[in-house]
């Protein structure tokens, strides 16, 4: 599961933080609040989600748990370990998520985690959590989309410019009809006057 070698003190890190998400994505109530740190904070990817207390966080789970309560699959595509002190480090773990809910299953590609661990009773625990998805089409090294938005704006610019020369070709259709049209009617006015005038 883990893409890449990590040195020891990353390793065990990496091994804290995949026993808070190994017992979250097969809904292991218990498992997972043993691997909180009693300090515990949390930003999630929902509007409502920045939890700043035991209390909030223990009803931020239980929301979650109660809306996908079946296990998770996933797959880790990179980790990064960073050590902040001897007793705290930083993880940006990135991961495929597949889970459902009501039913319906649902794909969460790149889910994106930062966590602070801390050292507590000798094990690594969850201190922060934030959570994130990175917009459709973002590639590394963007904050915003931008390739995407730019290919999107490149897109709808020909499609107003295809439109655009549709509707030219149906002036031009609709100015050759009128013209048929009223060199017709000079036609049959001449034809209906010519009668009279001889």
């Not at 498992?31 to 989600?49: N, S, W, Y």
């Not at 797959?75 to 990064?80: L, P, S, W």
């Not at 020369?165 to 009617?185: A, R, V």
């Amino acid at each position: 599961m883990r893409p890449k070698l990590l040195t020891g003190f990353e390793e065990d890190v990496y091994n804290g933080y995949l026993s808070y998400f190994t017992a979250y994505t097969n809904r292991n109530w218990d498992g997972m609040l043993k691997t909180f740190h009693p300090e515990i904070t949390a930003v999630g990817t929902g509007i409502d989600e920045v939890k700043l207390s035991w209390e909030e966080i223990i009803e931020f789970y239980r929301r979650e748990f109660e809306q996908a309560p079946e296990a998770m699959k996933y797959d880790i595509t990179d980790v990064f370990v960073q050590k902040i002190s001897s007793d705290s480090a930083l993880l940006v773990l990135t991961c495929h998520m597949k889970y459902a809910s009501l039913q319906q299953h649902f794909c969460v590609p790149n889910n994106r985690t930062t966590a602070i661990m801390k050292l507590s009773g000798g094990a690594w625990k969850l201190l922060h959590g934030h959570w994130s998805q990175p917009a459709e089409g973002q590639d590394i090294g963007e904050s915003i989309p931008y390739k995407k938005l730019q290919e999107n704006n490149k897109n709808l610019e020909q499609i107003v410019l295809a439109r655009t020369q549709q509707i030219q070709d149906q002036n031009e259709k609709l100015e050759k009809l009128n013209n048929t049209k009223n060199h017709l009617f000079s036609i049959i006015a001449h034809d209906l006057r010519s009668p009279f005038n001889v």
